[in-house]
């Protein structure tokens, strides 16, 4: 699939045109979500550390650096991208998959169409952008944990920010982008791959989704430890 | 024209076309068809190129397919047009982008020679008022005219409809048929249409291949359908009592003359 992915490519301009669409779908159509699951999470992680975290030897910047580690290293970039896989991933089989039970796919691959590079290659180019999506999630997500801290009196606003600037390794931000993009690459190409093959009627195309959505879930889970291992260890 | 030679289609033990051998003209309307499940909508798959044959060939205009390239192959798809069951139309994209997407995809006119083509054709469907309208907005046989636009705009050598007239009512499907008919004899075009309609088999088929269970059965035309003792045939045409009618009225008619 993949190859042909790459094969006879579209004419550009009909191709700028379909990007920009998959742009607007699948990242700028993201960005709500993502931005109030990250908010509320962050400052869940935060309240649940401040909470747990009560001992009075225990350090009180200790809540900002958990928080940032947990949002830069994890929640932003796995732990997103396992909603992408429910909210992008099953966008991307079903629109696809309709197509397929719609004859659409037929009507295309009768014109001369390369249909794997007019309907997933732009889908990939697409999810190019969506580290520009974690990037997000992660200033959300510890402006998130800072606000419920602040708010809740959890921490202290120079506690916090001690402890967000504490030991910061920048390495850290480069793996959380080498995995985001890996995961990107997984949420578009698994989806596509499940609703260009898909089976069946409008039943098929439920049964895609939710196939591609754990499949894809657990490609991410797979990688992610895979790559920990060998960037982190 | 296309010709086809001893075509037989398999899926895992299931021998689907036993072996067709046939040939559809240009500028008639070359009918298919047969019961449900006969082999007509794999046959029309394998003639356009969606299945891959088991064995045979498929001959265009004297070159067979098999024998061609790769461009070859693409530039002969640039010359057919599909009217599919459903229509297929691009659900995200309006009627005017719907009938303008093949010349968007394969041609480097402006945007304004596109439009004034696809107007064309557009008319040429009786298609009003349109235009900037989806395919969900309008009927089925609006449908199937935008389907037919689309198919024809590029100036197809080839045109194959399936089933073009399935789920409209009468008075629609007999416009379909007679538009499908016009185009052929206008653009002098090879047409193929799948049907199990006998409306169009009695006014449109200038020829006609039935299929049963994978095989060809009978062909002849129109005329002949009312002549033929061929029982399978028989039986499948003149299976409704008005049919029956249909055949006895035009035999006795024929006996006069």
Known sequence: MLIKTFGKFTKYSVLRKLILREIDDLIIGSLGIVAFISFFVGGVVAIQTAINSDNPLLPKYLVGFATRQSIILEFAPSFISVIMAGKVGSFITSSIGTMRVTEQIDALEVMGVNTYNYLIFPKIVAMTL????????????????????????????????????????PFHVTYAFIKTFLFAMLLATIPSYHGYYMKGGALGVGKASTTSFVWTSVAIIIMNSFVTNLLLT | MIEIKNLRKTFGDTEVLKGISTSFEQGKTNLIIGQSGSGKTVLLKCILGLHQLSSGEIIYNNTPFSSMKPEEKTLLRQDMGMVFQGSAL??????????????????????????????????????????????????????????????????????????????????????????IQEITQEYQITTLVNTHDMNSVMEIGEKIIFLKDGDKAWEGTNKEVFKTDNKAVTDFVYSSALFKKVRKVYLEEDNKS
């Open chain 2, 90 to 179: 691009f659900d995200s994209m309006t009627v005017e982008e719907n009938v303008m997407f093949p010349m968007q995809m394969f041609t480097k006119a402006s945007m304004e020679e596109m439009r004034e083509r696809a107007n064309i054709v557009i008319d040429r469907v009786n298609l009003v008022n349109a235009n900037t309208k989806l395919p969900s907005e309008i009927s089925g046989g609006m449908q199937k005219r935008v389907a037919i636009a689309r198919a024809i705009v590029m100036n197809p050598n080839y045109l194959f409809c399936d089933e073009p007239n399935s789920g409209l009512d009468p008075k629609t499907a007999i416009l379909i048929d007679n538009l």
């Open chain 1, 130 to 169: 969506y580290p520009f999506i974690i990037v997000i999630s992660m200033f959300l997500g510890i402006f998130g944990g800072y606000f419920a801290c602040i708010t809740g009196g959890f921490s202290a606003h120079a506690d916090f920010i001690e402890g967000l600037q504490l030991e910061f390794n």
